[in-house]
């Protein structure tokens, strides 16, 4: 009788919408509320081509003030924590976070980094506390085992030199590429 009422109490529960149970939307670690298919492919569809150069200083204008990170802030539109950072740079909507950044992007090798590329930890289940992206600018020098990088992370966005791939050897941080970037003029 007991199993028999909480399945019961189960169905109940799973046939409210969340609105109507009065639940907050699903949120990745801040990164805003899961994006829906419809809202990827939306965000996929309304992409525009942009240029190295317009993703770095589309990053560099986070700077100056420094905007602090909050992960359910906003500014201009667009969330305050790296996926909504890296989706202001690439000139993206706001929906997406690092489980579905790949989806606009692919990986490249190490040697094809360039600017307005990112190193990422991305993909499936790495939504939350276990995604984290960087917007790579450039090589500090021939030995590519540091370079410059904007990152909007505690407390606020910064422009720092990073060890390759990432912070304690951290090998989770893939590159990754914008699919619509373009080196020169956007057609």
Sequence with gaps: MRRLLFAAIGVLIAA???AQAG???RTYGGQGPA???EQVRATVAAAEPITRAEVVERARSWLNPP???D????KDGWRTDCSGYVSMAWKLDS?????TLPDVSHRI???DLRAGDVLMIGGPNTGGVYGHATIFERWTDETRTRYWAFEQTEPQT???EIPYPYFDNDTRYLPYRYNLIVDGPVP
């Design 16 to 18: 409210v919408p969340p």
């Design 158 to 160: 910064v422009h720092r």
């Design 23 to 25: 639940a907050e939307p």
């Design 35 to 37: 994006p829906s298919a």
């Design 67 to 69: 905007v602090p990170y």
């Design 95 to 99: 929906s997406l976070n690092t489980e």
């Design 109 to 111: 090798e190490k040697d």
């Design 71 to 74: 992960m359910k802030g906003y």
